[in-house]
């Protein structure tokens, strides 16, 4: 009953790093999302993806990157870290429409 | 664009207090509703959810009713315990498969 499993839990960067964090879901949901989570800020959405082979940018997309590499799969990617990139990010998954998102325990970000 | 609007934290309250998180929330046409709730240290879990108008989610002593005149979905509980200690999300989302827009969180504390 794994769900939605993300790596690594945590991480810790310097300035202008790279880094790719994983997200993988085995409930053979359509569709993806990454959140990330700050203090007083809720959770906003970076990017999502509603099927297999498309991507769409949500609220706060800059400086990020992002692949469904397959349908379980959705990997996030930060080209050159910077500090205000320092969150807690969440993956989520969806099968359809009314039915609940499925969230990861999350990957705690710290950039230097 | 859909948004919501909960109740800032953060709320601390004796055990067996009665508890009331308001929520509201401004959307076209006819969304779906949910609250979310995050434990220390872990990813958001559903805690109930609504689907149409005058709707009643409810799930471990926890209710909310889906009141679309007045654009509200206000949990409640009538005794809380400590180990209800958490941050409670309000989430809503529109047609499709569209993505959860959440509020801001509100964190609760329950002390003995």
């Known amino acids: 009953n794994a769900g939605v499993t993300q790596t690594p839990k945590f991480q810790v960067l310097k300035t202008g790093q790279s880094m790719t964090l994983q997200c993988a879901q085995d409930m053979n949901h359509n569709s993806m999302y990454w959140y990330r989570q700050d203090p007083g800020m809720g959770l906003r959405l970076i990017y999502y993806s509603a099927s297999e082979g498309t991507t769409d940018k949500g609220e706060v997309p800059n400086g990020y990157n992002v692949s469904r590499l397959n349908k379980r799969e959705f990997s996030l990617r930060l080209e050159s870290a910077a500090p205000s990139q320092t969150s807690v990010y969440f993956c989520?998954?969806?099968?359809?429409?009314?039915?609940?998102?499925?969230f990861g325990d999350g990957t705690r970000l710290s950039i230097l | 664009g859909n948004s919501v609007t909960q109740m800032e934290g953060p709320v601390t309250l004796s055990e067996e207090a009665f508890l009331t998180i308001n929520c509201t929330y401004t959307a076209t046409g006819y969304p779906s509703l949910f609250w979310y709730v995050q434990y220390p240290g872990e990813g958001l879990q559903l805690l109930l959810k609504?689907?149409?108008?005058?709707d009643k989610g409810s799930n471990k002593g926890f209710e909310a009713t889906y009141r679309k005149e007045t654009t509200s979905f206000h949990l409640e509980k009538g005794s809380v315990q400590v180990s209800d200690s958490a941050v409670y999300f309000c989430?809503?989302?529109?047609?499709?498969?569209?993505?959860?827009?959440f509020g801001k969180g509100t964190r609760l504390s329950v002390i003995a």
């Open positions: 989430a809503l989302r529109g047609s499709g498969n569209t993505p959860l827009v």
């Open positions: 609504a689907t149409k108008a005058d």
């Open positions: 989520a998954s969806l099968e359809q429409g009314d039915q609940p998102q499925h």
